[in-house]
């Protein structure tokens, strides 16, 4: 393990997975990672090496056949993984928030039916709030599902699905009225309907669409999708909890771990970002000596690393505080607005150090420079966040005159 990004206070079961997924991201992601990126392939013996490792079932009760670990373990996991390659650490988050929804709000059948699966990682997990034209006013939606006898029929279009084309499992939100009177606020009646597919691109159940890729700067290699919704049925015992109208609360808890997860992301990345940037100032020479004993090199390199270091530390505060069972919305937001930020940052000092090479897709920063802007937008925008945590602080430092 390197200096940087140091987790104190980890039980022994924590060092050990974390010591495991290191090893199998150094192995197994790294060395294609790159290779894979440039073909925008899917990388499906990575994918079978975390099932083998368990990784599908990391925060998945026991006694559904997971491995019952919590946020904070699933964060570092993702941090790892994000450090071989961001675009896995996609693969597993959407799972894990429709695992996580599923644990916290649904039915005792919903459960007995899909966690064991999903700790398995024979059923995958994606969901679905964002369309076409709403980006983040998750509250304009306006795919609806409406009551008819022992069904509901979805119709509309969703947008930026990841994992849409391997999932098996969708969390879509709609709008559902049925049992809500006219003038209900809009976040008052929306419903997280569970849907399930079969794996694939084109018409994968009847009335259900999954169109195919869409074409992205990074990201690559996950399949990022658009959902429509014609006529597609879906039975009433698949309402998230059984009962309508809670889907918008039911989302916006899956998206505080999803906003861990982005933010151990962006700490996986930067993290690659400096090993790589390091690594190569103390390669390249001008003048007579590495670039690295240049004042304006080691700079750059003592920046990147309190930025590695700062992300990191808010991030782990985010994952605890939310293990502990308070609410963590304010630091999940403060981690992943900073961890997103700072990772950029840390990508574009990396590669400024690599000179001409970082624009060479030879060179593994190149990738990074094109990932790293995904997380100044994904799980909300930096904007969003800045949002969420100024309404928190007000209300944390109301003015009492």
Same mark, same amino acid.
């Given at each position: ?20 997924? %290191? ?18 392939? +899917? ?5 079978? @090496? ?19 670990? !919590? ?28 695992? +996580? ?26 969901? !679905? ?46 709008? !559902? ?34 169109? @195919? ?24 015992? %698949? ?25 151990? %992301? ?35 390199? /003592? ?6 270091? /700062? ?23 403060? /981690? ?23 624009? !060479? ?8 420079? %094109?990932? /790293? ?29």
């Amino acid at each position: 393990m390197t200096r940087l990004a140091q987790t104190a206070g980890l039980n022994d079961v924590q060092q050990e997975i974390l010591s495991t997924v %290191r090893a199998f991201v150094d192995k197994e992601i790294i060395p294609v990672a790159t290779q894979l990126e440039h073909r925008d392939e +899917y990388p499906s013996e990575i994918v079978e @090496g975390l099932k083998e490792l368990g990784l599908f079932g990391l925060m998945i009760p026991e006694e559904y056949g997971g491995l019952g670990e !919590s946020l904070l373990t699933y964060a570092l996991c993702v941090e790892e993984i994000a450090r071989g390659w961001m675009s896995v650490s996609g693969i597993i988050n959407t799972h894990f928030i429709v695992a +996580y929804m599923l644990k916290q709000h649904g039915t005792q059948e919903q459960k007995d039916t899909f966690l064991p699966r999903m700790a398995l990682g024979e059923v995958r997990g994606a969901f !679905s709030m964002s369309e076409p034209a709403l980006g983040s006013d998750v509250a304009a939606i306006t795919s609806k599902g409406v009551k008819d006898g022992d069904e509901y029929v979805l119709n509309g279009q969703k947008m930026w699905l990841t994992n849409g084309g391997t999932s098996t499992l969708v969390a879509v939100l709609c709008r !559902s009225d049925e049992g809500h009177p006219e003038g209900t606020p809009p976040h008052k009646s929306m419903t997280t309907f569970l849907v399930e597919k079969e794996p694939g691109f084109g018409e994968v159940r009847p009335g259900l669409t999954i169109p @195919g890729k869409i074409d992205k700067m990074g990201y690559k290699g996950v399949d990022t999708t658009e959902l429509i919704m014609d006529g597609l049925r879906i039975p009433a015992n %698949r309402v998230l909890g059984g009962t309508t109208g809670r889907g918008f609360y039911q989302m916006m808890d899956g998206v505080e771990v999803g906003r861990v997860n982005v933010a151990a %992301r962006g700490c996986g990345v930067a993290q690659r970002a400096f090993e790589l940037g390091v690594s190569y100032a103390q390669q390249r020479h001008t003048f007579g000596k590495p670039i690295a004993q240049h004042q304006a090199i080691q700079f750059k390199l /003592a920046e990147m690393a309190t930025k590695v270091e /700062a992300a990191h530390a808010m991030m782990v505060n985010a994952a605890r505080k939310k293990d502990s069972g308070e609410r963590n919305d304010l630091e999940a937001g403060m /981690a992943k607005y900073l961890a997103s930020e700072y990772c950029k940052e840390v990508v574009e000092d990396a590669f400024r150090i690599h000179g001409g090479y970082g624009f !060479s897709k030879e060179y593994e920063i190149e990738r990074l420079y %094109r990932e /790293a802007p995904m997380l100044l937008i994904g799980e909300g925008t930096a904007e969003i966040q800045k949002m969420i945590i100024g309404r928190r602080l007000l209300e944390e430092y109301r003015f009492q005159g």
